[in-house]
Structure formats: structure tokens, C-alpha cells
């Protein structure tokens, strides 16, 4: 009952950052809108370059070389290897970029636009949550996150199942840190996390918040 009431008043407390992060005179724009707004001209960052053309194709030459998680809410990036280039068409949806090469096969990059206005862009998770602080986010490919206000439930393979988590602050970010499948030891579980952009009330993967890409 302890733990019930600790995140119901955590998830609530979130839910009141959330709201008090929006202005009351009008709505903010949506996701895919300042992903659409973002999607023209160069951008440059640590781990590559970011080309939008005026004809709705892209260049990106990037370094997604993977990282090293440190703590639920942060990871080593690393950068010892040779960048990928991905041209094609592009098209903004509400998690990131799809680009359609010329082949037909598609890659998909998560990214979302912080409130400074800069573009983060890479292989990683983005999900928005209601007003209230719930909402579901996609991890990867048949598993999900899905966050009620009385606590957590994973999804993989179909499978659904409860399991801990709750918003905690670490060194400037707000995480929320859940239990995850331990793909390294079978049957076992390590802390997860995804860090809460409030004002957009958007958790992402905390490789993405990192991979930072301006003009």
C-alpha cells in the first residue's frame, strides 16, 4: 500500500509539473510540428552532420557507434567508429524521422526538438504522455512502456506485466526509472530509464538527449 500511494503521489506531482510547464493562453505545437519546422537547412553536432534539402530529400553522415549506460538516466556515447550515411526521402512523424532510401528499405531515427529549439536526432526511444502524466511509449520493436499513474507496465512479445518504476532527479534531469529485461542475463532484470522533457511532456532514451545537432 506504501508503494501504491508513493506513486500515486509521484505520478500526480508529474502530472502538476506537466501542466504547470504549458501555457495557459494557448497550446503548444505538436511534436511532429517542430520536428516539420526543424527539417531544412544543415545542422552540425558531435556525431555528424545533418543535411535537409528544399527537395524533401536528406544526407545524414552520422556516428552511431552505441553507448555505455552509466546510470538509468545517462550513457557514454561513443564515437571509435566509422559514420553511416543515409540519404532518401524524409518524412517527420511524431517519434522522429522515417528516410525512404532510393532502394525502397527505410530507416528510422528518433528525435524530438527541445524547448532551446535544438534538434536531437538518433537511434533511440521518443513517446509523449498525456496531460495527466500517462501514456505508453514504444522501447523497441514489440515492447512498450506504459505508464499509469499507479505504477508501470511492460509489454513484450504480447506479454504484459506490472513492474516498478518512478520519476526520480538525477544531476539536472528527471528520469523515470523502470525495470527492464536484462537481454545480457536471461531471466533477469537491470534499471531503466527515460528522461522526462516536462514542458513537451516527452520521455526519451537518454542516448537522444546527448546527440545534440544545430545550425
Given at each position: 500500500?506504501r ?10 506531482a508529474?502530472g ?6 504549458l ?10 510540428d517542430r ?5 531544412h537547412?544543415?545542422?552540425?553536432g558531435?556525431f ?15 556516428l ?8 538509468p538516466g545517462f550513457?557514454r ?6 559514420p553511416?550515411?543515409?540519404?532518401g ?14 532502394d ?7 528525435a ?10 538518433g537511434?533511440?526511444?521518443?513517446g ?16 512498450q512502456?506504459?505508464?499509469q499513474?499507479d505504477?508501470c ?10 513492474v516498478?518504476?518512478r ?9 523515470l526509472?523502470?525495470?527492464?529485461t ?5 531471466g533477469g ?15 526519451v ?11
Amino acid at each position: 500500500m506504501r508503494r501504491l500511494l508513493q506513486l500515486t503521489a509521484i505520478a500526480a506531482a508529474t502530472g502538476a509539473v506537466l501542466a504547470g510547464a504549458l501555457p495557459a493562453r494557448a497550446a503548444p505545437s505538436s511534436p511532429i510540428d517542430r520536428l516539420r519546422a526543424a527539417a531544412h537547412g544543415t545542422l552540425h553536432g558531435r556525431f555528424g552532420t545533418l543535411r535537409f534539402l528544399a527537395d524533401g530529400t536528406v544526407r545524414f553522415v552520422v556516428l552511431e557507434c552505441g553507448y555505455l549506460p552509466k546510470s538509468p538516466g545517462f550513457v557514454r556515447s561513443l564515437t571509435d567508429c566509422s559514420p553511416d550515411t543515409i540519404t532518401g526521402r524524409v518524412e517527420a512523424i511524431d517519434t522522429g524521422y522515417q528516410v525512404t532510401r532510393a532502394d525502397g528499405t527505410a530507416a528510422h531515427f528518433g528525435a524530438y526538438v527541445d524547448p532551446g529549439g535544438r534538434l536531437h536526432l538518433g537511434f533511440g526511444t521518443v513517446g509523449q504522455l498525456a496531460p495527466d502524466g500517462t501514456g505508453t511509449v514504444t522501447i523497441a520493436p514489440g515492447v512498450q512502456l506504459t505508464v499509469q499513474r499507479d505504477g508501470c507496465v511492460d509489454v513484450e512479445g504480447g506479454q504484459a506485466h506490472s513492474v516498478p518504476c518512478r520519476f526520480v532527479r538525477d544531476r539536472g534531469r528527471t528520469v523515470l526509472e523502470y525495470s527492464a529485461t536484462d537481454i545480457a542475463a536471461p531471466g533477469g532484470t537491470r534499471q531503466a530509464g527515460l528522461v522526462l522533457v516536462s514542458k513537451y511532456r516527452l520521455l526519451v532514451s537518454p542516448e537522444l538527449v546527448d546527440r545534440v545537432y544545430a545550425r
